[in-house]
């Protein structure tokens, strides 16, 4: 069975400053892995995806995220963000059967000025 | 193009009543998906449907919910007897098949409340 793990539910940053969501994965087979966001009052919005190939993924408004193996992470960083980057994050796994996305629990990332 | 939408956005019921939520899925998408998000437990997977074929139930967490999708297209989920534990938001995501590489179209969920 697959499950993701989210490190932290709350990442509170002030603007400008980098960030990073930390996700981790358990999987015995080969996974393919998502990071979407959920903006207030909004539904979810694919990010960025980790198909094969590079382990650095870069996705919509600046965000990236680097698969590691090994480590089974798949870590999402900004190096400087925004206000309007205030929303809940939620990594995901699947697996190649396309079996329904297993979600971490989501961590809010709030930006203040 | 138009994306996943669901209906209503909102259903405030009685404990014990019977509700039906409604999602329209991207048109050709043969893929639809449904999962429910509760405050603390992130998002859980309900249910999926694949085409023709017969559904992935193995997410419903108990026997008064079941859903249906006519035609290939539109589908409907429905709670019996609902619960307070029922309240949640009910997430439809549909996607071009159900390769596991492809992204899933989130609806804008429908928020359930049940008295």
């Known amino acids: 069975a697959q499950s993701v793990t989210q490190l932290d539910s709350q990442v509170p940053v002030f603007e400008e400053a980098p960030v990073e969501l930390r996700c981790n994965y358990s999987s015995s087979v080969s996974v393919y892995l998502f990071w979407y966001v959920q903006y207030p009052n909004q539904g979810l919005q694919l990010l960025l995806k980790y198909l094969s190939g590079s382990t650095l993924v870069k996705g919509i408004n600046g965000f990236e995220a680097e698969f590691n193996k090994s480590q089974t992470s798949f870590h999402l960083r900004k190096p400087s963000v925004h206000i309007s980057d205030t929303a809940e994050y939620f990594c995901?796994?699947?697996?190649?059967?396309?079996?329904?996305?297993?979600f971490g629990k989501g961590t809010t990332l709030s930006v203040s000025s | 193009g138009a994306g996943v939408s669901q209906s209503p956005s909102n259903k405030v019921t009685e404990k014990g009543k019977d509700v039906e939520l409604r999602c329209d899925p991207i048109?050709?998408?043969?893929?639809l998906y449904w999962y429910r998000q509760s405050l603390g437990q992130g998002l859980e997977f309900l249910i999926y449907?694949?085409?023709?074929?017969?559904?992935?139930k193995s997410g419903l967490p108990s026997d008064r919910f079941s859903a249906e999708r006519t035609g290939g297209s539109v589908s409907t989920l429905t709670i019996q007897r609902t619960q307070q534990e029922d309240s949640a938001v009910y997430l439809c995501?549909?996607?071009?098949?159900?390769?596991?590489?492809?992204?899933?179209?989130f609806g804008p969920g429908t928020r359930l409340t049940v008295l």
């Open positions: 995501a549909s996607s071009q098949d159900r390769q596991g590489w492809n992204e899933q179209f």
């Open positions: 449907f694949q085409g023709n074929s017969a559904p992935d």
């Open positions: 048109s050709g998408h043969t893929a």
């Open positions: 995901a796994v699947s697996d190649p059967a396309g079996t329904a996305l297993i």
